[in-house]
């Protein structure tokens, strides 16, 4: 599954993420606006997704000025900069993408040596992301037992990354190396992400799995058939709160209470040490009308994107640079130090 691709001749390839599972739309442009279109209405989705989109549209947004001195062409990429920033403003991963970006337009000498600059960059995000993400799930993997069974959130699959995964990586690697014996899937607000795009991923690889109302979680964790909880993050502050798909927390808590591993795996720039607590993370509210128009009464709603779990429940952040552990304030800048130098 390729969820996003630079093409030949300069326009960006996309699956249309709210049409699956029944439709495998793509969408194809050289328009930026349309990324920024497809961040905010969810087409694509995932933090790491997300910061590559971000990298692909400004390197489009270049192409479409005529700006003849590089002053010009970055007044116009921080104007779209901005636009892609205010669409999704929990996931650390946009603002990131886009800052490594801009860095590397503003390093540029003239407008056309930052058109290059740009595409290649974006490109160079997209494929640190796919080898992270090979890594996270072979680093997760490491920490379970053989014939075990796992419970995710949300979607950390191929579809919310460059390719392979976070969390949903870990599962890979886990059934890839003969330890997954099933795997529960939550159906997960905003948008059904688990239902609709985590089990269509597993059902297409043949990963055995178990979709789960969210409301049943707490009774399989109870009732012993879950060996771990591994979830993806959004953003993670640099005490380890963690920003992730709404519900997590509850997941966290029930996880605790009944002595099951909770597990978040995410790549270091999903980690924000200029954040120092998920008091401090900003939380995304939906459209009331994605919960109100399955029911089709008009009444207000509570749609939060995403909550914060503190850092007590989670048992250990897992990273392409390795695996964070308690302390988080120590370890997590232990793995920031690991970090290529791409990061800035």
Same mark, same amino acid.
Request: proline share 6%; hydrophobic share 40%; with cysteine.
């Given at each position: 599954?390729?969820?996003? #691709?630079?093409?030949?001749?300069?326009?960006?390839?996309?699956?249309?993420?709210?049409?699956?599972?029944?439709?495998?739309?793509?969408?194809?442009?050289?328009?930026? /606006?349309?990324?920024?279109?497809?961040?905010?209405?969810?087409?694509?989705?995932?933090?790491?997704?997300?910061?590559?989109?971000?990298?692909?549209?400004?390197?489009?947004?270049?192409?479409?000025?005529?700006?003849?001195?590089?002053?010009?062409?970055?007044?116009?990429?921080?104007?779209?900069?901005?636009?892609?920033?205010?669409?999704?403003?929990?996931?650390?991963?946009?603002?990131?993408?886009?800052?490594?970006?801009? /860095?590397?337009?503003?390093?540029?000498?003239? *407008?056309?040596?930052?058109? $290059?600059?740009?595409?290649? #960059? %974006?490109?160079?995000?997209?494929?640190?992301?796919?080898?992270? @993400?090979?890594?996270? +799930?072979?680093?997760?993997?490491?920490?379970?037992?053989?014939?075990?069974? &796992?419970?995710?959130? @949300?979607?950390?699959?191929?579809?919310?990354?460059?390719?392979?995964?976070?969390?949903? +990586?870990?599962?890979?690697?886990?059934?890839?190396?003969?330890?997954?014996?099933?795997?529960?899937?939550?159906?997960?607000? *905003?948008?059904?992400? +688990?239902?609709?795009?985590?089990?269509?991923? &597993?059902?297409?690889?043949?990963?055995? !799995?178990?979709?789960?109302?969210?409301?049943?979680?707490?009774?399989?964790?109870?009732?012993?058939?879950?060996?771990?909880?591994?979830?993806?993050?959004?953003?993670?502050?640099?005490?380890? $709160?963690?920003?992730?798909?709404?519900? =997590?927390?509850?997941?966290?808590?029930? %996880?605790?209470?009944?002595?099951?591993? !909770?597990?978040?795996?995410? *790549?270091?720039? =999903?980690?924000?040490?200029?954040?120092?607590?998920?008091? $401090?993370?900003?939380?995304?509210?939906?459209?009331?009308? #994605?919960?109100?128009?399955?029911?089709?009464?008009?009444?207000?709603?509570?749609?939060?994107? !995403? $909550?914060?779990?503190?850092?007590?429940?989670?048992?250990?952040?897992?990273?392409?640079?390795?695996?964070?552990?308690?302390?988080?304030?120590?370890?997590?800048?232990?793995?920031?130090?690991? #970090?290529?130098?791409?990061?800035?």
């Amino acid at each position: 599954m390729i969820p996003i #691709e630079w093409l030949p001749d300069g326009r960006v390839r996309l699956i249309d993420q709210t049409k699956l599972p029944h439709d495998e739309t793509y969408l194809e442009t050289s328009d930026y /606006r349309d990324l920024v279109t497809a961040i905010s209405q969810m087409k694509v989705r995932g933090a790491p997704l997300i910061g590559i989109t971000a990298a692909y549209a400004l390197a489009l947004a270049s192409r479409e000025t005529s700006a003849t001195d590089r002053d010009e062409l970055m007044s116009r990429l921080r104007t779209a900069a901005e636009e892609l920033r205010a669409t999704r403003p929990t996931a650390v991963n946009l603002a990131w993408a886009l800052e490594r970006a801009l /860095r590397v337009a503003e390093g540029a000498t003239d *407008p056309q040596s930052a058109i $290059d600059a740009l595409e290649t #960059e %974006a490109r160079r995000i997209h494929e640190e992301d796919v080898a992270a @993400c090979h890594a996270i +799930g072979a680093n997760g993997a490491s920490l379970l037992d053989a014939e075990t069974t &796992l419970l995710t959130h @949300c979607n950390t699959g191929s579809l919310a990354t460059g390719g392979y995964g976070t969390a949903l +990586g870990v599962v890979r690697a886990a059934w890839e190396q003969g330890k997954l014996e099933r795997v529960y899937v939550t159906e997960t607000r *905003p948008l059904l992400q +688990g239902a609709r795009l985590t089990a269509w991923e &597993l059902q297409r690889e043949g990963i055995p !799995f178990t979709l789960a109302v969210d409301s049943a979680a707490g009774s399989l964790l109870r009732r012993g058939l879950v060996r771990a909880v591994v979830v993806g993050a959004d953003r993670i502050a640099a005490n380890g $709160d963690l920003a992730n798909k709404i519900g =997590t927390y509850t997941l966290a808590v029930l %996880a605790g209470e009944n002595g099951v591993p !909770f597990y978040a795996a995410a *790549p270091t720039s =999903t980690i924000d040490p200029n954040t120092p607590s998920g008091d $401090d993370i900003p939380i995304e509210e939906r459209d009331p009308a #994605e919960v109100t128009a399955l029911v089709g009464m008009g009444t207000t709603a509570a749609n939060p994107a !995403f $909550d914060v779990t503190p850092s007590r429940y989670v048992s250990a952040i897992i990273t392409e640079n390795g695996v964070a552990s308690p302390p988080y304030k120590e370890s997590l800048v232990a793995l920031l130090r690991e #970090e290529a130098p791409s990061r800035g």
